[in-house]
């Protein structure tokens, strides 16, 4: 097996405890304790577990209090589940949000904190060189770590942790399947299951208008078609009429048109959910699975996604329990991406690694609520960036320490957004409101801070407000504080990090694994470098996560490989039983 690094435990300690709500904690942890799902007599039955990931969405659910969203299946799951009001991603993209969520670590801890890494760092000669984020040889994606302990593991094909060259595979140690056509029912009989569902018709690019110009993007025709396809004969749910343009979009019929197929595809597209749960109970199964209803960041328009105001970062959070422990309860604790991984290993039943950087929130082992959450924005595409955000229940700090650069600047994927066209429309006329046209000027303010219950749009920029001083200086003392903690690879630039992660700016390569005969018939594997993970098959079967020796009968064969996360796969390693 490989030998992985071991790192000195992480203190994650909050600087400031939330008010914790006794009545509905203790009611909650009173019927875990009880729960047959979760533990029986005699052999504790391990939970199933079924996150189901919307793309681009802050919390338009009528349950959530948004007057507007017509989500009837998504109302019925929040009276089913515990709705947690304040959970908040790691960044505002997909990719690094992403990252954080699957390894329960900061993205900038790990490299993979740009959006795209495989869009390439920007080098000296002007050369742009792709490349991929090598976290430390000891983390592990929470998946694997399930696999290694027994669980069947899938994902439908959206995996963009950054790790590799690929959107949708990503480290083959990490899934059973990760292009699965069914989330449970390739598993072996009995077996529990992880099994991670992304819904991408709620993603950005399903609002592009449907005459996109080829030369747009080189995804525009392909965006165009797959959405003159999807919305033929689909008759319109929301009126435009009656969104609620945010303060910091112009009010125009565009984006009201905009606005409103983003709320039909919420619509439409939640029937999923529907059907995945009504699968759940045909199969015999929704009495042990753990469900989970959440997105991977906030709203795609402009000024929210790729952002690090609440508009990109909070997200709806719905967990059902099998037994029905606090359905329809509403829990306000703050909870980050960071705090999935470890809560679902210990739900699970598995050590929740000392490395990890969340808190596990569900369940008897859930800790003090945490006081912060934290996030972070960097380059998009080819646009650097480099800022940091924290949050507590209240007010909002963010530190840019790229003044130099406007808020908004061209994007060639953004700017096929209708909202987006009709921003650079008005601001090149002149016709914006100035709470809108101060995301297009340079310097950027240092420092921001709001006011998330006065402000919840985070319009008003209290950062120079002396009235203010304390509170500023609390919460930027807060982002130090974990910026000491955990390594941010950005801080001396992207290239840096680069020829820290890929030495001679070529992509490390993971060595073969080396086998082992043992007595009767068995097989050890091991690899040379340091945290590969090792997959291996038995007469081309399928690719299985290596944890015990293998059995090996006479004439069999064996193939084995490696993969260090972030480095090229080893070659195959091949031996024959005798």
């Known amino acids: 097996m490989a030998t992985n690094q071991s790192p000195p435990p992480w203190l994650f300690q909050e600087e400031q405890m939330a ?3 006794f009545a509905i904690t203790a ?6 304790a009880a729960s047959p799902a ?6 504790p039955a391990r939970p199933n577990f079924l996150l189901i990931v919307f793309e681009d969405m802050s919390p338009h659910i009528g349950a959530y209090g948004d007057p507007v969203a017509q989500t009837p299946v998504l109302d019925a799951f929040a009276s089913q589940a515990v709705l947690f009001e304040a959970a908040f991603t790691t960044a ?3 990719a690094p949000s992403r990252a954080a969520l699957a390894m329960g670590v900061p993205q900038q801890m790990i490299g993979a904190q740009q959006m795209r890494v495989s869009s390439g760092v920007l080098l ?5 060189l792709p490349y991929t984020a090598v976290p430390p040889a000891y983390v592990k994606a929470y998946p694997e770590l399930l696999r290694r302990a027994g669980y069947y593991t899938t994902n439908n094909g959206k995996t963009d942790y950054q790790l590799d060259f690929s959107f949708h595979g990503g480290p083959f140690t990490i899934w059973d399947d990760s292009d ?3 989330p449970w029912r390739g598993r072996a009989e009995g077996q529990p299951f992880f099994a991670m569902v992304n819904i991408m018709e709620t993603h950005e690019s399903w609002t592009f208008p449907l005459d996109l110009q080829p030369d747009a993007h080189p995804m525009a025709a392909r965006l165009g078609a797959q959405l003159r396809e999807a919305l033929t004969g689909r008759p319109p749910v929301h009126d435009p009429d009656d969104v609620e343009v945010p303060p910091f979009l112009p009010d125009t019929p565009l984006v009201r048109a905009e606005l409103a197929q983003m709320l039909d595809n919420i619509h439409y597209y939640e029937r999923t959910v529907a059907q995945l749960l009504a699968e759940l109970e045909q199969d015999g199964l929704a009495e042990n699975t753990i469900v989970i209803v959440t997105t991977d960041h906030g709203d795609g328009i402009p000024r929210a996604k790729r952002s690090l105001y609440d508009s990109g970062l909070h997200v709806p959070l719905m967990v059902r329990w099998p037994d029905g422990r606090g359905a329809g309860t509403r829990d306000g604790q703050l909870v980050s991406f960071v705090d999935v991984a470890p809560t679902i290993l210990q739900l699970a039943g598995e050590e929740v690694p000392d490395w990890m950087a969340g808190r596990v929130f569900l369940g008897p082992a859930a800790g003090l609520e945490r006081g912060y959450v934290y996030a972070a924005m960097d380059r998009h595409d080819s646009q650097p960036d480099f800022a940091r955000a924290v949050r507590d229940h209240r007010w909002k700090y963010i ?3 790229e003044r130099g650069r406007p808020f908004f600047r061209h994007l060639a994927f953004r700017d096929m957004q209708r909202s987006m066209q009709e921003l650079w429309r008005l601001n090149d006329a002149g016709q914006l409101p100035p709470r809108i046209a101060q995301y297009f000027y340079s310097p950027r303010p240092e420092e921001e801070l709001f006011d998330t219950w006065a402000d919840p749009h985070e319009m008003t920029n209290l950062a120079q407000d002396q009235r203010y001083a304390r ?3 609390r919460m930027r003392a807060a982002l130090a504080r974990y910026q000491d903690r955990f390594v941010d690879q950005s801080t001396d630039g992207e290239l840096a990090m680069v020829q820290r992660m890929w030495p001679q700016m070529e992509q490390p390569l993971t060595l073969p694994p080396e086998v082992t005969r043992l007595e009767s018939g068995l097989f050890e594997l091991e690899s040379p470098t340091s945290g590969a993970s090792i997959g291996y098959r038995v007469d081309g079967g399928g690719w299985q996560l290596y944890v015990d020796p293998v059995v090996l009968g006479t004439g069999q064969v064996l193939e084995a490989k490696a993969v260090r996360y972030g480095f090229a796969e080893s070659s195959v390693t091949q031996v024959v039983g005798e």
């Open 19 to 21: 008010f914790v709500r």
């Open 27 to 32: 009611i909650l942890l009173s019927a875990l």
């Open 38 to 43: 979760i533990a029986g007599d005699d052999e």
């Open 92 to 94: 505002g993209v997909c």
């Open 124 to 128: 000296e000669d002007g050369a742009r």
């Open 180 to 182: 699965a056509a069914h």
């Open 399 to 401: 530190r840019n320490f």
């Open 471 to 473: 509170v500023l200086q």
